[in-house]
């Protein structure tokens, strides 16, 4: 089992940055497949970013290509989200997640086994 704790999040002007953190604590990290998904109030959750374990490989969804990064650090049991030039429809609570089966990526939320408490990002207009 892991637990996963994001920080990060906060208030923002449009165009502005934030970098989002989950710490993994538990069974090796870099085993795990990790994502980030985001669920905005009445909508629902929606896939976001996912990075292979090594590192090598991501996924964004469309609306974020080009402006968001998924990096990890295994020595520090860490996934971040680097996420720039923000726009009022990125207001969400943001989910990281781990997957521990055996694919390199993936956007689906039920591929996923472990979820953290979410941090909130609001990007004010």
């Known amino acids: 089992q892991v637990q996963l704790v994001e920080s990060g999040g906060g208030l923002v002007q449009a165009g502005g940055s934030l970098r989002l953190s989950c710490a993994a604590s538990?069974?090796?990290?870099?085993?795990?497949?990790m994502g980030w998904f985001r669920q905005a109030p009445g909508k629902e959750r929606e896939f976001v970013a996912t990075?292979?374990?090594?590192?090598?490989?991501?996924l964004y969804t469309d609306s974020v290509k080009g402006r968001f990064t998924i990096s990890r650090d295994n020595a520090k049991n860490t996934v971040y989200l680097q996420m720039n030039s923000l726009k009022p429809e990125d207001t969400a609570v943001y989910y990281c997640?781990?997957?521990?089966?055996?694919?390199?990526?993936?956007?689906?939320?039920?591929?996923?086994?472990?979820w953290g408490q979410g941090t909130q990002v609001t990007v004010s207009s």
């Open positions: 997640a781990a997957a521990e089966r055996g694919m390199v990526v993936t956007a689906l939320p039920q591929r996923y086994d472990y």
């Open positions: 538990g069974r090796t990290f870099s085993s795990y497949v």
């Open positions: 990075i292979s374990r090594s590192g090598g490989a991501t």
